[in-house]
């Protein structure tokens, strides 16, 4: 079993950064590929970026590409976004996810998602 703790969210200006946290507990994490996916309000939630086991690996949405820097610290058992030049259009609850592998959500229209955490609200104002 997983657990994910996202934190760093919060209101932020057009053309400003935020950087979101992920937190894993259990065992095991260095070997899980991470991603990160959003949800704004009335929409489908949506693959956002996601990073291999090693960190060697980076995939990234194209509405994002440039943008967002996905890292992970594996002594510290966390993920991170770092999310700079914000638009308003950014805003969403990004939620931390552990997926069965970092080809289905590059691959897949339905990512198969092994575990998710409870999100964190990013509103990006203009």
């Known amino acids: 079993q997983v657990q994910l703790v996202e934190s760093g969210g919060g209101l932020v200006q057009a053309g400003g950064s935020l950087r979101l946290s992920c937190a894993a507990s259990?065992?095991?994490?260095?070997?899980?590929?991470m991603a990160w996916f959003r949800q704004a309000p009335g929409k489908e939630r949506e693959f956002v970026s996601a990073?291999?086991?090693?960190?060697?690996?980076?995939y990234y949405a194209d509405s994002v590409k440039g943008r967002f820097t996905i890292s992970r610290d594996n002594a510290k058992n966390t993920v991170y976004l770092q999310m700079n030049s914000l638009k308003p259009e950014d805003t969403a609850v990004y939620y931390c996810?552990?997926?069965?592998?970092?080809?289905?959500?590059?691959?897949?229209?339905?990512?198969?998602?092994?575990?998710w955490g409870q999100g964190t609200q990013v509103t990006v104002s203009s």
């Open positions: 259990g065992r095991s994490f260095s070997s899980y590929a």
């Open positions: 996810a552990v997926p069965s592998s970092l080809g289905t959500v590059v691959r897949d229209t339905a990512p198969r998602i092994q575990y």
């Open positions: 990073v291999s086991w090693s960190g060697g690996t980076t």
